[in-house]
């Protein structure tokens, strides 16, 4: 579940919004609805909000005063979770660069259509983001060494297979390993080797109740350790 904040002082705009994405959306829930900057900024820092939908023209502080007074920890905690909505064109310049601002919106024909397109892209990216971080912990809980080029490697296969699940046929040399070779500017045959050492090192460092506990005391290969990722995964 993807939580919502609405910064917007035009109520029944905003209303409109809530209708729309509740009725579209099963996995996102609007918290609340901010009509001033100064509302806006009390709920960004005193909640968990993953995505907010910011005005730039508030009474008390506007969208991007709202912005620039959050703490630099909220800041990284907010980096491209706001999509700006806005009627000014001309304000949109002034936060064009900042992190926290993954897109912009302008109010008019078809603004619901683009505003429910921006939050499905800051969903998908949330969502790969989380898949990413949960393959690095299961990772480094089986005893990998994540400063190991070939288990900066290792994650990037595995966060591949997950996001090509539905068409991967379990031939790494061909159909994964060309995508990792191709983002870290290195050979395949580099690649592979690298990931394959890697492995031997966790081996080698690896608890006996660790090692138990994930396979079952038998040496595991590449593909042994992509599948027990997986599936925790799923």
């Keep these: 579940m993807f939580t919502i904040l609405i910064a917007d002082d035009n109520i029944n705009f905003a209303k409109l919004l809530v209708n729309d994405i509740v009725s579209t959306r099963e996995d996102l829930r609007v918290i609340k609805i901010a009509t001033n ?29 709202v912005l620039n007074m959050l ?12 999509i700006v909505i806005t009627g000014e064109a001309e304000y949109i310049p002034q936060i064009l660069k900042s992190p926290l601002v993954a897109y912009t919106v302008l109010k008019g024909i078809g603004q619901y259509e683009q505003i429910l397109s921006k939050i499905d892209s800051i969903v998908e990216e949330k969502s790969n983001s989380m898949i990413y971080k949960k393959i690095i ?25 997950y996001l090509h699940q539905d068409s991967f046929q379990g031939n790494l040399q061909k159909e994964i390993y060309p995508l990792v070779s191709f983002y870290h500017h290195k050979s395949i045959h580099n690649i592979k080797c690298s990931i394959t050492r890697a492995t031997e090192n966790m081996v080698y460092y690896c608890n006996s109740e660790t090692f138990n506990k994930y396979f079952n005391g038998f040496r595991p290969t590449t593909k042994t350790v992509i599948n027990i990722i997986l599936n925790k995964l799923t």
């Design 37 to 65: 900057g100064k509302e806006a900024f009390d709920l960004m820092n005193s909640y968990q909000i993953d995505i907010v939908l910011l005005d730039l023209k508030m009474s008390i502080y506007n969208g991007i005063e």
């Design 71 to 82: 703490s630099k920890e909220k800041q990284k905690q907010y980096e491209r979770s706001v």
């Design 137 to 161: 912990n299961e990772l480094s809980n089986i005893g990998y060494n994540l400063n190991h080029n070939g288990t900066k490697y290792l994650i990037d296969t595995i966060f591949e297979i």
